[in-house]
């Protein structure tokens, strides 16, 4: 019998399990605490659902609603309303709608004359065609301005990867809009153009693309996946070492005081990367996994706040607000969550998730709760006109939140893509190598599946 061991139930193990399991193979699912979803969790408390992780998932594939629907998920779909379709940044202290047409950029307050100039010469600007790897800031600075980067990208950076556009590299960070420029030669032609490239690879873009999450937050989608496991989903297992065998892999894991082993004929290692590069790998590769520890993380706190809606004089019209890094605020950004998806607070009241730290201001992230509950309360009372305290307080804290893919980034992809070929049947996933968006993540899950599924048929079965 083939079995395959996938380490670590954040979407991306999840997602290649349940499909491993859909295709009739034998699979089990090793994770380390006693939840699956890895960074993805949903709490309800006293009325209102805290999201402390992602919040939203972007559909841009058809292949989500395909395990949504035969998942079971569905049902549990809540997309997120309509009146959440517009995004605010803030300016001068000032909350700020963002221009979501042509027309409504040039007549926005947000940005200078000079800005809206720069971005109709976009189009006119050369190619990049040095050799050497462009940050975020580089890129933007060169095709729209410095103001471009300081008011806007600098807080969609915060926003995504809770990162620095001045480390970050474009071309592992945003490998789409860099070859938006290699093969359109501007990334406002790519728009016009790009189109019909996407509808073809059945992609949609992330503008067009249905915002989603279930009836009791995101945390509902490890749950199901993992319930489908049934028994092959083995919580609170620690896996050590990963060690190859004649017959294929075996797993040295510890569960409780217990250590414990399983031999499988292929494994996916999808946990963090820092998790990974603490994992004893014995291959025939002269590689190891310890170079992933150099990958660096966004510390992030997430805090979420509720407010009687009486309290708050901001009409909380959108999807919510970014901050960047010149405003001197406290906060990266906050999700108006309760108009985002309606069952996120209790009657009259309203739910706003904020993040704070980030590569910006790491140090902040790791502040005692209370802390946190003020500092965030200060900038959104500020920010948002609010009157009243808080009603409902509740944070969470991730240490290591989201990988950044740096400039040299490259060592780690290469590192990867080498091992996987010195080792046969050993996968590497997971968001510090598919990029941070559970959609990227879930859509690994499909490759892994299949690659596996095939690798399988090359090999002879065994007896486990
Ligand atoms: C605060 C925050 C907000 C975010 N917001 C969004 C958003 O709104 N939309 C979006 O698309 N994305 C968002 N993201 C990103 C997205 O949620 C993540 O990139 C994605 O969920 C990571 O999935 P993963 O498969 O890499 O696994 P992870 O979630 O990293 O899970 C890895 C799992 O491996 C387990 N593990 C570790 N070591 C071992 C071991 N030795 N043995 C067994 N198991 C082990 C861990 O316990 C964990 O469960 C956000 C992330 C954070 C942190």
Redesign the pocket.
């Known amino acids: 019998m083939k079995s395959i061991a996938v380490?670590?139930?954040?979407?991306?193990?999840l997602t290649t399990s349940f499909l491993l399991k859909n295709k009739n193979l034998p699979v089990d699912l090793?994770?380390?605490?006693e939840r699956p979803g890895?960074?993805?969790y949903s709490k309800r408390q006293d009325g209102y659902l805290a999201e402390?992780?992602?919040?939203?998932?972007?559909n841009t594939n058809k292949k989500l609603e395909y395990l949504f629907k035969i998942s079971g998920l569905s049902e549990h779909i809540k997309f997120a309303e309509h009146k959440s379709d517009k995004r605010f940044l803030v300016r001068n202290g000032k909350v700020i709608a963002m221009p979501s047409k042509a027309i409504s950029f040039f007549l926005s307050p947000l940005f200078s004359w000079k800005a809206k100039y720069n971005l109709m010469l976009e189009p006119f600007r050369p190619r990049w065609k040095n050799a050497y790897e462009e940050s975020v800031a580089q890129f933007v600075r060169r095709r729209f301005g410095n103001e471009f980067l300081t008011y806007a990208i600098d807080a969609l950076v915060a926003g995504i990867f809770a990162g620095n556009p001045e480390r970050l590299s474009v071309i592992h960070g945003f490998p789409k809009l860099y070859k938006a420029e290699q093969e359109y030669g501007s990334m406002i032609r790519a728009q016009f153009f790009g189109a019909k490239a996407r509808k073809k690879r059945g992609e949609t873009s992330k503008q067009e693309a249905r915002i989603l999450s279930f009836d009791e937050g995101l945390q509902v989608m490890p749950d199901t996946l993992a319930k489908n496991l049934g028994k092959n989903f083995h919580s609170n297992?620690?896996?050590t070492t990963i060690t190859q065998i004649p017959s294929g892999w075996r797993i040295s894991y510890r569960q409780g005081d217990e250590l414990k082993q399983q031999d499988h004929s292929a494994v996916l290692l999808?946990?963090?990367a820092y998790?990974a590069s603490q994992?004893d790998l014995q291959c025939t590769s002269s590689l190891n996994l310890g170079l992933f520890s150099k990958i660096s993380y966004a510390p992030?706190s997430?805090v979420v706040l509720g407010y009687k809606r009486k309290d708050v004089g901001h009409p909380l019209d959108g999807f919510g607000m970014l901050l960047p890094g010149i405003e001197k605020f406290n906060i990266l950004g906050t999700l108006f969550s309760s108009t985002l998806f309606s069952n996120r607070a209790p009657q009259g009241c309203v739910t706003l998730s904020s993040?704070v730290g980030g590569m910006r201001q790491p140090e902040l992230a790791g502040l005692p709760q209370e802390k946190l509950f003020k500092m965030v309360h200060f900038d959104l009372a500020k920010l948002l006109n609010i009157r009243g305290e808080p009603v409902f307080q509740i944070s969470n804290y991730?240490p290591r939140?989201?990988p950044q893919y740096n400039v040299g980034y490259g060592q780690f992809k290469d590192h990867v893509l080498q091992l996987q070929k010195d080792c046969p049947g050993f996968y590497i996933g997971?968001?510090y190598t598919r990029g941070?968006?559970?959609?990227d993540?879930i859509l690994s899950g499909f490759e892994f599946a299949d690659n596996i599924e095939n690798y399988l048929k090359t090999v002879a079965p065994f007896e486990v």
């Open positions: 380490i670590g139930a954040g979407i991306t193990g090793y994770e380390a605490s890895g960074v993805i402390f992780g992602p919040n939203t998932l972007l297992c620690l896996v999808s946990t963090s998790a994992i992030v997430s993040y991730y939140a989201i997971g968001n941070p968006a559970l959609s993540n």
